[in-house]
């Protein structure tokens, strides 16, 4: 070996641990945000409760009142808005990564409408409630998933046919919603608006419990899947190169995207843009161009508790769901994207 060889992998080495530190500090900079935005979400409303008590009834003291409005009313809408983003944004973050596109998400792809679809189905054709919604919600947007994913196929999975099928998709679900309710009676038509827009004002219970273990579930998956992410941005032949099997690792990945979207819609509706903006963020913030999984969980996390609280408290007498916050957020984006990658092109 020579002195320039020693030189060149003592470099690499650097940038390396350079990386890693860049994104260490960008995902704990994020928790402790999420977290001084929690602090501030279970203080404001009508119950005030100052950040001095909320902290004493996290660390098990305060009285009746104060337990109650924190931990009942409060505690479980936070930790729903945190789990929801952590979902839809680790999604986006393989979809985009997977499909080397930068808009492969799951709502434009119409995974999210699928799931929509299902719910609302379930609400308005058949009646049902509670468990059995979010069933058919999380077997909507599987079912969607299935026939991209089949439609996409022409002897591996190829990302340009996989977002234009996922398009196309996404309208259908979106007119078949608007067709059910269109013919259901107002009454009706108002309790399965819910899954249209996106909200997690009522996510607790069993429902808040399934919704964090499939999350966590579901990370710890895709972080042990997440080594093939970086050879798979590169293209399948790289990919194969540096012996990854390209099919194989995107679907897999894919599978575990899918299962959050579908889980994190089944409770919580179709959150829009989350997993379309957070994962550019996270790139954004960390650099090198990679996926940044952990980074675009936490951006996630961060996006969808400040979207919620902003809903809430921004406007006095108001409150409007997390999906309609998310979506202003999210469109001028998404136009911005467009219009970048039309310059590009030209």
Same mark, same amino acid.
């Given at each position: ?54 902290? $004493? ?83 909507? $947007? ?53 899954? /249209? ?61 899918? !299962? ?33 999984? !952990? ?8 996006? /969808? ?35 970048? /990658? ?5």
């Amino acid at each position: 070996m020579t002195a320039a060889t020693f030189s060149g992998a003592d470099r690499v080495a650097e940038l390396r641990r350079a990386d890693r530190r860049r994104r260490s500090l960008v995902v704990a900079a994020g928790a402790a945000v999420a977290a001084a935005i929690a602090l501030a979400a279970l203080s404001l409303g009508a119950a005030g409760v100052s950040p001095d008590r909320v902290v $004493g009834v996290l660390l098990g003291g305060g009285d009746r009142l104060d337990r109650f409005v924190v931990l009942d009313l409060r505690l479980p809408r936070i930790v729903a808005a945190l789990a929801v983003g952590v979902a839809f944004a680790l999604a986006g973050a393989v979809f985009q990564s997977t499909l080397r596109n930068p808009l492969a998400s799951p709502d434009i792809l119409g995974i999210s409408s699928g799931a929509s679809l299902g719910a609302v189905w379930a609400i308005l054709g058949l009646g049902a409630g509670g468990a059995a919604v979010a069933g058919l919600a999380f077997g909507g $947007g599987l079912a969607v998933a299935f026939v991209i994913w089949v439609a996409a196929w022409r002897q591996g999975l190829h990302g340009a046919r996989f977002v234009l099928v996922g398009v196309g998709m996404a309208y259908l679900c979106g007119s078949t919603v608007a067709w059910l309710l269109a013919r259901s009676e107002v009454r009706e038509a108002q309790t399965a608006l819910h899954w /249209t827009v996106g909200s997690v004002a009522d996510v607790r219970g069993d429902a808040l419990a399934i919704l964090v273990a499939g999350t966590a579930v579901c990370a710890i998956a895709l972080a042990v899947a997440a080594r093939a992410l970086r050879p798979l941005a590169l293209g399948d032949d790289h990919a194969s190169a540096l012996g990854v099997g390209a099919d194989a690792a995107r679907v897999v990945l894919l599978v575990v995207a899918v !299962a959050l979207v579908a889980l994190a819609t089944s409770v919580a509706g179709p959150v829009a843009f989350v997993a379309l903006i957070a994962p550019a963020i996270a790139r954004r913030l960390v650099g090198g161009g990679g996926a940044a999984i !952990a980074a675009a969980g936490v951006a996630g996390a961060v996006l /969808t508790l400040t979207a919620d609280v902003i809903g809430q408290f921004a406007v006095p007498g108001f409150t409007a769901p997390l999906g309609i916050v998310t979506g202003v957020i999210g469109a001028p984006y998404l136009l911005w994207l467009l219009a970048r /990658t039309e310059r590009t092109r030209s």
